[in-house]
């Protein structure tokens, strides 16, 4: 199930959180640099999402 867009302030913080950046160098990134990093960020959530359902479904099968 997906959520819609997440507040800015959040992104803000997982992208510096992730790649360890201040504020202020989040803000300095061009926005194209910024964009491909949240693409790449949405997909190793979807990825990370699929792996717990794999799992999940096994879990569930072994019972």
């Known amino acids: ?3 819609g867009k997440p507040h800015p302030s959040l992104t803000d913080f997982r992208l510096c959180k992730e ?3 201040t504020p202020l160098q989040l ?3 061009p ?5 491909e990093f949240i ?3 949405n997909e190793v ?3 990370t999402e ?3 359902k794999k799992t999940e479904r096994g879990v569930r099968h072994v019972r």
Do not use: N, P
């Open 27 to 29: 803000a300095r990134q």
């Open 1 to 3: 199930m997906r959520r």
């Open 50 to 52: 699929e792996e717990m």
């Open 39 to 41: 693409v790449i960020l």
């Open 19 to 21: 790649f360890s950046w």
């Open 45 to 47: 959530d979807r990825q």
């Open 31 to 35: 926005a194209k640099t910024i964009e």
